[in-house]
T-cell receptor
Framework: QQQVKQSPQSLIVQKGGISIINCAYENTAFDYFPWYQQFPGKGPALLIAIRPDVSEKKEGRFTISFNKSAKQFSLHIMDSQPGDSATYFCAASIGETSGSRLTFGEGTQLTVNP | NAGVTQTPKFQVLKTGQSMTLQCAQDMNHEYMSWYRQDPGMGLRLIHYSVGAGITDQGEVPNGYNVSRSTTEDFPLRLLSAAPSQTSVYFC??????????????FGSGTRLTVV
């Protein structure tokens, strides 16, 4: 049973555009929601994360929006660049300090055309 | 710091063979985990450890064993390889603190093919 569902599976955006990736979760005990970025041949790397007591978090061009009542969260990449082309994973866990059990979404392959 | 080191990077096994995927970290992280990555399924947790001598099962543990005799090492053993275990395997480590977010540090992966 996939507890974190991610969409779309793939996304093509023009340079300078906005990339939006959505995730929905089922387990209301989740309280830590990170996003990971993965380049081909590499392991995932933490991009940005949010807790459910915050509705939005921004770091540079990357923004997480969180809707606790809808059990949804999304990643927005503003001014998308070709270097952002990668696979993005949302994830969720119980306890940001547990560090041991992340549940991942299925991933979104983002292509930013120049 | 080397971070999280996984060996080998590539491996081909025959059905029924056994092998150990190695994972080592030099950051003194207490938590270590093994994930497998399959197309369209994200990363799924196989086993994890919250410290030396302590391990537990994740979402897909069948066919795999782990042990954690030291803080640094967390090997993953395939007991009798099956084609369904063809995947990319990632080891990750992390630590806990109360100051804010933590993130996993992932290794670069082991691509395993079982024929």
């Amino acid at each position: 049973q996939q507890q974190v569902k991610q969409s779309p599976q793939s996304l093509i955006v023009q340079k300078g555009g906005i990339s939006i990736i959505n995730c929905a979760y089922e387990n209301t005990a989740f309280d830590y929601f990170p996003w990971y970025q993965q380049f081909p041949g590499k392991g995932p790397a933490l991009l940005i994360a949010i807790r459910p007591d915050v509705s939005e978090k921004k770091e540079g061009r990357f923004t997480i929006s969180f809707n606790k009542s809808a059990k949804q969260f999304s990643l927005h990449i503003m001014d998308s660049q070709p270097g952002d082309s990668a696979t993005y994973f949302c994830a969720a866990s119980i306890g940001e300090t547990s560090g041991s059990r992340l549940t991942f979404g299925e991933g979104t392959q983002l292509t930013v055309n120049p | 710091n080397a971070g999280v080191t996984q060996t080998p990077k590539f491996q081909v096994l025959k059905t029924g063979q056994s092998m150990t995927l190695q994972c080592a970290q030099d950051m003194n992280h207490e938590y270590m985990s093994w994930y497998r990555q399959d197309p369209g399924m994200g990363l799924r947790l196989i086993h994890y450890s919250v410290g030396a001598g302590i391990t537990d099962q994740g979402e897909v543990p069948n066919g795999y064993n782990v042990s954690r005799s030291t803080t640094e090492d967390f090997p993953l053993r395939l007991l009798s390889a099956a084609p369904s275990q063809t995947s990319v395997y990632f080891c990750a480590s992390s630590y806990s603190w109360t100051g804010g977010f933590i993130g996993y540090t992932f290794g670069s992966g082991t691509r395993l093919t079982v024929v």
